[in-house]
Structures are given as C-alpha cells and as structure tokens.
C-alpha cells in the first residue's frame, strides 16, 4: 500500500492505495502547516490523520508514504518531520517528505522539467530542471504570498474599510464584505483578527463576483493578482533552458476562469498552463509510488482517477 498527503494551511488531504493506484480510503482534516504550526505540531497532526487513515487495516505494512506541506521546505523542518514520521509510523516502510510543491508537481507536469505555481490561501512557485528543485517566491504571507487567496480576501477587505471611512472609491465589496461578516464594519474588526489568514482568505472570491459585476475596485485586485502570478511564472522560466515551458497550476485560486485567462493573457505562447484533472494529493501518492520503486504511469494514474471520481 501507498499513503500520499498534501498538507496545506486550510486543509490536510490523505489518500491510502494499492500498489496500482487504486484508492482504499481517503481522509480529509484541518490544516497543519509547518510554518504555522512548528515541524513538532504539523507532524503530530499528520501522524494523527495517518492513523485515522488506516482505520480498519492497523498492522498492515505500507510500502512507501510521501507527506508534501506547506511550510515543508527548510531543511531543519524536512529534517524534523521526517524523523517524527518515521518514529510516529514504523508500519512505513519508507518515508520522504518536503515542499507541498512536489504534489502539485507531479499531478501536473509528471517527471519533467517544469514548474508548478500554487495559489491558493497562499502563494509559492517552484521549477524542477533535472534533478534539482529551486523555489520561487512562496515567502509566506507576512513577507510576501502576492497573487494568493490571503492577499486578494484582505485587498477585498481593505477596499471596503476605505470605502467605509471615505479614503478609497466606493465600491460593491463593501456591502458584500458587511453580508458575509455579519456585523458593520465598524464592528467586525476583532473578527478578522480572530479569524486570522484563512478566514481572510475566505474573502477573495467577492472579488472575482464583484468584478464580474463590472466593480472597478474589484478588477484592479484581481488584475494586480494576476499581474503577481504572472511575474512568478515568469520568473521560474528563467531556470529552465528551453520553452515550451511547463507550469503546473495548483490551489483554488486556479479555479477561477478570470485568473487563469489574465495570467495567460500577460505571458508568450511559450508558456504551457497545465491544471491537472486530479487534486495535488494524486501527485503526492505519484510520489510515494516511485519512492516503493513502482511504475507511476497512465495505468496508475487512470487507477487512482477512477476511484478518485466515484469519491
């Protein structure tokens, strides 16, 4: 058996299956990352999850597990998870660990050159030429997650506080902003400091309803997050050696048909926009399965789809 996981600041996806790809069980649980909570706290929770995981079948080896998280990149936090899964889970024959970019990566663009950019509560790019993996941006949202769900839920929620005291242009975010908070503004404050980074993430998508509406405040946010995303993917070209290049599109900041025509419309036909038909947890059990030495092909992929979907 295989265990794939993608760990990101909102939610924690696991998935269980066989040796081909087909999927067992699947789980999903709060957030856990690193950066966030401490490589110790976000490897306790996903030890916990793995557990839950594997309800119904304790003591059964797995053959390999591969734990991609946010906030997983710095070498002493790799370090630290790994040695805490690896005491936490000896049922695993093998483990690895490192960047939720990995995930994303392999759903999108498989084992070749490329790069993925994940936007979702935030924002990280990294390109893979050969064997190497060299990040791009990604620095977290109190430096820099410019073109994440983080950046445009508080330029949603800032545009509405100074339309509120009359700094800024008016605009339908505000009366959006009130209807979904619940409370005036002049009242909502300690609600957004409660709520944190992922409450004001859950914001952003009134911008994309907002400008749909034709709201020029709203259009500026997105088009200032597609300008961001567009300049990271950019950026990453300048690792490779050759276009086409292949940029993986991960996070639900991707969903959006607004963001992915704005940036495609701020780059050259030698970008190939790549949006997987499976979530990045498939690219973590891609990973787990050449990690046990197993073929991770079209077979395994349509395995693992099949069962993805009748979930």
Not at 115 to 138: D, E, H, K, P, Y
Request: hydrophobic share 45%; aromatic share 6%; proline share 3%.
């Amino acid at each position: 058996m295989l265990i794939g996981i993608d760990v990101g600041g909102t939610k924690n996806e696991l998935v269980l299956c066989d040796r081909e790809g087909h999927i067992l069980n699947r789980l999903l649980a709060p957030g856990s990352n690193a950066s966030e909570f401490g490589a110790e706290t976000a490897s306790a929770r996903v030890a916990a999850q793995v557990m839950e995981l594997m309800a119904g079948r304790e003591g059964q080896p797995v053959d390999a597990l591969y734990a991609g998280l946010a906030g997983g990149t710095a070498p002493q936090t790799r370090r630290t998870v790994h040695e805490q899964l690896a005491a936490r889970l000896p049922f695993v024959g093998k483990i690895d660990n490192g960047s939720d970019a990995l995930n994303g990566l392999y759903a999108c663009v498989g084992a070749k050159d490329g790069m993925v950019v994940i936007a979702g509560t935030g924002t990280s790019a990294f390109v893979r030429r050969g064997g190497s993996l060299v990040q791009v941006g990604g620095w977290g949202y109190l430096i820099d997650d410019a073109g994440s769900g983080y950046a445009m839920g508080r330029g949603v929620i800032n545009a509405a506080y100074r339309d509120y005291d009359g700094r800024g242009e008016q605009t339908r975010l505000t009366a959006m902003v009130v209807d979904k908070v619940g409370l005036p503004l002049n009242e909502a404050i300690p609600v957004f400091y409660e709520g944190g980074k992922r409450m004001i993430a859950g914001f952003a998508p009134l911008a994309f309803e907002a400008a749909a509406e034709g709201d020029a405040v709203a259009r500026a946010i997105v088009d200032t997050a597609c300008d961001e995303l567009a300049l990271l993917i950019a950026t990453c070209a300048k690792h490779l050696t050759r276009a086409p290049y292949l940029v993986g599109l991960s996070g639900s900041i991707w969903k959006s048909d607004m963001i992915r025509q704005g940036v495609a419309s701020r780059l050259s036909g030698d970008y190939q926009l790549i949006r997987s038909d499976l979530p990045p947890v498939f690219g973590a059990a891609v990973a787990a399965a050449e990690l046990a030495g197993l073929d991770s092909g079209d077979a395994f992929h349509d395995a693992f789809k099949a069962g993805y979907d009748a979930l």
